[in-house]
C-alpha cells in the first residue's frame, strides 16, 4: 500500500466531519480580553506595582479628605430616601430587625420588619418602564444574581440587541460588592445566558441559542467564566440533554431527561441522582443556606380531591396529588421535605439568607421557612399597594 | 512578517494573535478530530489550545515555527481529553458500529477509525500530522518533540496496525 493510499483512506474516514465554519470566530471570540499571567505579569509587574503605590497614596489623601462620604455602597445599604407608601401587617415572627427588598408591578419595595413599613425606591419603579427585580449589595439588577462564596462580588448576565447588529449580544459582569465596580469578563453574540452559580473565581452560566444561531458566539450548554485569567471553558456533562440550573458547593444541580434530580460533581465527574417526583417535573428553584436544593414539583396528572400532605412532612411519594404543585427541600439523603403545595406559593421564586427561605404569594403574602419551624407567615400586603405581583428580590437586610 | 505578528500578539494585540493562529485553526480541528474522532471534543480541543496558546505567548520565540507550536497545544489538549474521566464514560456508548456487517464497516471506514483508535497516542499523532495534514516529518518531529528516527519508528509501527483495514478496504473496492 503505497504513501497515496494511505493519505486517501484516512481522509475518507475523517473528513466526514467537517470543521464548523463560524468555529475560528467563536475560538477568537472566546479568548480572555487579557494576556495571562505569563506574558503580562511579568511586563507589567514593576510598572503595576507602581501604579498601586501611588494610587493608594492618592486614594488615602482623598479618603482623609471627604470622610465617610467617599466610603462606597457595600452589602446591607439601601436606600436612604424611601417613600412611604404604606404598612404591611405583621403576623410572625416579631423578632426579626430587618427590611426585606420586594419587586413588585409598582416598583422595588423594602417591607421593615418588626414594624411592617413599605418603603418604595424611587429608583426602581414602573414609572421609569420595567420594574428591576433584584436587590443585591446597594443595587437592584434586573437578572438573577449570583454571589460568590466569599461574598466579595457577584455575577449576573445582561442582554442587549444592538442597533449595528441583528442579533441579541449578552454579557456577564462581575460586579465588586465592596466598591460597586462592575466588570464584563464576557460579551458574545448570537446566545443568550443565564448565570446559575459562583465558585471560587469561577462563573457558571447556561448559553442558550438566540433567534440568530448562526452568529452564536458559544454553543448552547453549560460554560465555566474565569474571572481572574479570562476565558470561557464548555463544562463536560455526561448527558446533555440534563437541564442544569443551579450551583452550589461545588455541584451542579440539573434535571435529567429521564426525571428525578441530579447532581453532577465538578471536580470528580461523579453523578448523583435522587429519583424524586417520578413522572412530575421537576424546577430547581435555587438553594438554603446550607446548599440543599429547592425544588418545585409539578405533578403531571393532577388528581383533584386526594389527601394532601401536610408541611414538613417525610414524604416517600412526593407529588403533591391534592395540588398541582409544591415545593420542597430535598436533604443530603435526598429525602424531599415539602415546603408548601399552597398554590399562592408554588410559583414564587424562593430567597435563601441568614434567616431561612424567604417566599412572597400572589395574593401579598410573605413566607419564611426555616428548618425548625417550618414555613410560617410573617407579613401580608395589601395587594393594591403592590399594583399587582410581588416576589422577594433579595436578603432581609 | 510573522516575527512581526508575534511581537504584536504578545503585547495583547488580538488581530495579530488572530492573523497568527487564525488560519490554523481548521487544520488545527482536523488533528484534533483526527485524535479524538469526535466533533463536538475536536472543537473544545481546539477552542482550549487556543486559550492555552494566548496565555503561553510569552513561550514562543521570535523565528520558531508557529505551527508546530500551536499544534503541540493542540495534541496535548487531546491526550488530555483522552484521558479524562468524561472521556472513558463517554466512550461506553459507543458501541453501535459493533453490530453493523463487516462490509458495511469497511465501506463505511468504522474498521480503520477503530484501528486508529487503537493506536497510541504517540503513534496516532505522528501518523494523523503526516499522512492527514501532510506535515512533512521534520515539521512532525517539531510537533511532537522527538528526534525525526523516533518519529518515522512511530509511524512504521503505527501503519503496520493500521494497513489490514486500509488493504481491506482496497481489496472490497
Not at chain 1, 440587541?161 to 460588592?177: E, F, G
Amino acid at each position: 500500500v503505497s504513501d497515496d493510499v494511505i493519505r486517501r483512506r484516512l481522509r475518507e474516514v475523517l473528513d466526514v466531519e467537517p470543521p464548523d465554519p463560524t468555529l475560528r470566530a467563536r475560538v477568537m471570540a472566546s479568548l480572555p480580553l487579557d494576556l495571562g499571567e505569563e506574558n503580562h505579569g511579568r511586563r507589567w509587574l514593576a510598572g503595576g506595582l507602581a501604579m498601586l503605590l501611588a494610587t493608594t497614596i492618592v486614594a488615602g489623601l482623598l479618603l482623609s479628605r471627604t470622610g465617610r462620604e467617599a466610603s462606597p455602597k457595600t452589602a446591607g445599604q439601601y436606600h436612604s430616601n424611601l417613600v412611604t407608601i404604606g404598612s404591611a401587617q405583621v403576623i410572625a415572627p416579631t423578632d426579626l430587625h430587618c427590611r426585606l427588598p420586594l419587586a413588585s408591578t409598582r416598583g422595588g419595595l423594602f417591607l421593615g420588619l418588626p414594624d411592617g413599613q413599605l418603603g418604595l425606591d424611587p429608583t426602581n419603579t414602573s414609572d421609569a418602564g420595567m420594574v428591576r427585580g433584584n436587590y443585591v449589595a446597594g443595587r437592584w439588577i434586573a437578572a438573577s444574581p449570583q454571589m460568590a462564596p466569599d461574598g466579595t462580588a457577584y455575577a449576573y448576565a445582561s442582554s442587549q440587541k444592538l442597533q449595528t447588529a441583528p442579533y441579541l449580544t449578552a454579557a456577564i459582569h462581575v460586579v465588586d460588592t465592596t466598591t460597586g465596580s462592575d466588570r464584563v469578563i464576557w460579551q458574545g453574540d448570537g446566545v443568550s445566558v443565564s448565570v446559575i452559580g459562583f465558585g471560587s473565581g469561577v462563573v457558571y452560566a447556561n448559553a442558550y441559542a438566540a433567534n440568530n444561531e448562526a452568529n452564536a458566539t458559544i454553543k448552547p450548554g453549560l460554560w465555566s467564566f474565569d474571572t481572574r485569567a479570562g476565558g470561557l471553558r464548555r463544562v463536560q456533562v455526561p448527558d446533555d440533554r440534563t437541564r442544569y440550573s443551579g450551583v452550589h458547593d461545588g455541584g451542579v444541580w440539573g434535571v435529567p431527561s429521564s426525571g428525578g434530580l441530579r447532581r453532577l460533581d465538578l471536580a470528580t465527574g461523579a453523578v448523583t441522582d435522587y429519583p424524586i417526583g417520578a413522572g412530575a417535573m421537576i424546577n430547581v428553584m435555587g438553594f438554603d443556606r446550607d446548599g440543599l436544593p429547592l425544588v418545585r414539583v409539578t405533578s403531571v396528572s393532577v388528581k383533584p380531591g386526594a389527601a394532601s400532605s401536610s408541611p414538613n412532612e417525610r414524604q416517600p411519594v412526593p407529588i403533591p396529588t391534592a395540588q398541582p404543585a409544591a415545593l420542597y427541600v430535598v436533604t443530603r439523603q435526598g429525602d424531599p421535605i415539602l415546603m408548601t403545595s399552597d398554590p399562592a406559593l408554588v410559583n414564587s421564586v424562593p430567597v435563601a439568607d441568614q434567616h431561612g427561605v424567604w417566599l412572597a404569594g400572589s395574593d401579598g403574602s410573605v413566607w419564611l421557612y426555616q428548618q425548625r419551624s417550618g414555613l410560617r407567615k410573617v407579613a401580608q400586603i395589601d395587594p393594591a399597594l403592590l399594583g399587582g405581583r410581588v416576589s422577594v428580590a433579595g436578603s432581609c437586610l | 512578517m510573522q516575527d512581526d505578528l508575534i511581537r504584536e500578539a504578545k503585547a495583547g494585540d488580538r488581530q495579530a494573535f488572530d492573523a497568527l493562529v487564525g488560519p490554523m485553526i481548521d487544520p488545527a480541528y482536523r488533528l484534533a478530530f483526527g485524535m479524538l474522532h469526535d466533533r463536538e471534543a475536536a472543537e473544545d480541543a481546539v477552542q482550549e489550545a487556543a486559550f492555552k496558546a494566548w496565555k503561553k505567548l510569552a513561550n514562543v520565540r521570535d523565528g520558531s515555527g508557529m505551527r508546530p507550536w500551536f499544534f503541540a497545544i493542540v495534541a496535548n489538549q487531546c491526550r488530555s481529553t483522552r484521558r479524562s474521566r468524561w472521556w472513558s464514560v463517554l466512550r461506553l456508548g459507543d458501541g453501535d458500529q459493533r453490530s453493523l456487517q463487516i462490509e458495511d464497516r469497511i465501506v463505511r471506514g468504522a474498521d480503520l477509525r477503530r484501528a486508529l483508535r487503537t493506536l497510541s497516542h504517540d503513534q496516532r499523532l505522528a501518523v494523523v500530522l503526516h499522512y492527514y495534514l501532510d506535515l512533512p516529518l521534520e515539521e512532525v518531529a517539531a510537533v511532537v518533540g522527538a528526534p525525526l528516527g523516533t518519529v518515522k519508528s512511530r509511524i512504521h509501527r503505527g501503519l503496520q496496525q493500521v494497513r489490514p483495514q486500509i488493504e481491506a478496504r482496497e481489496a472490497f473496492e
